[in-house]
């Protein structure tokens, strides 16, 4: 894992050029945009305190704003994802996949809608939700409230798997996935659910056969200041900021 900061080699300007380059700025290259976004994703830093080597916040946010919403972000990350299965001599597209959330905790600016309170650790924010494969990269995010149950979380993002679905056969839980997730997952998708729980005389944190991936990926956003907590006014910007996170440390893989 890279910890420090670096802005995109020629290499990895090509593998994702493609996919911005029907934006043209005037003043600036697309190149220095994505730079200063994917140094505010590593710092953390406010937009309004953006490096002054970069053009200014208000540009560069423009572009932030219009790739999260539409589906950028989540066409970079997927192709990355494949990109990288294939360099480390895997298929394409997973045949097991593991699930699990992260509740954060969200400044006060918040709109108080747009936080929960998650009751089991304490915490009033948002909750990630991801899935992903064997490697703990990213095949499916859903941002909501808190206090929103990891099983409906689940579902909501069942509708992406089906772009990775060839060749899918299970996703790994723990016991929050064993309700309706299972049913709609089996019954609607034909994709079997496998649920574990954490021994009740076990303390902290436990690794389980075929879950302890999705862990790893949620260790692996520490090194991302920006998702340190919930900065973000919208869900769309809160996504946005985890997947910009698996892109780096995929483009950063590939050199």
Do not use: C
């Not at 420090?4 to 300007?13: G, I, N, V």
């Not at 994917?38 to 710092?43: A, G, K, L, Q």
């Not at 009033?124 to 409230?145: C, E, N, Q, T, Y």
């Not at 016991?175 to 998708?189: M, P, R």
Request: aromatic share 12%.
């Amino acid at each position: 894992m890279q910890k420090k900061f670096t802005e995109l080699t020629d290499s990895q300007w090509e593998v994702i050029e493609k996919f911005v380059s029907h934006h043209k700025p005037k003043k600036h290259s697309l190149r220095t945009i994505l730079n200063a976004i994917f140094w505010i994703t590593r710092t953390g830093t406010q937009w309004r305190n953006l490096d002054s080597k970069y053009p200014k916040w208000e540009s560069v946010y423009y572009y932030f704003y219009i790739w999260s919403n539409n589906g950028t972000w989540n066409e970079i990350t997927q192709a990355l994802v494949l990109l990288e299965r294939k360099r480390q001599g895997r298929e394409e597209k997973p045949s097991v996949v593991a699930i699990d959330s992260q509740s954060v905790k969200s400044v006060a600016l918040i709109a108080e809608e747009k936080r929960g309170i998650d009751g089991g650790k304490k915490i009033k924010g948002r909750k990630r939700h991801i899935m992903v494969d064997h490697l703990g990269l990213l095949l499916a995010i859903f941002i909501s409230r808190a206090d929103m149950h990891d099983g409906e979380g689940g579902v909501e993002m069942l509708w992406q798997l089906e772009l990775v679905a060839e060749r899918l056969e299970l996703i790994l839980g723990d016991g929050s996935y064993g309700g309706a997730f299972k049913e709609v997952a089996e019954g609607i998708y034909g994709w079997k659910v496998e649920t574990t729980q954490r021994p009740p005389t076990e303390k902290g944190f436990v690794p389980q056969k075929g879950r302890w991936q999705v862990e790893r990926s949620f260790g692996w956003l520490n090194f991302f200041r920006r998702l340190s907590r919930d900065f973000e006014k919208t869900n769309e910007s809160a996504q946005a900021f985890v997947q910009l996170a698996f892109i780096t440390i995929i483009l950063n893989r590939l050199g």
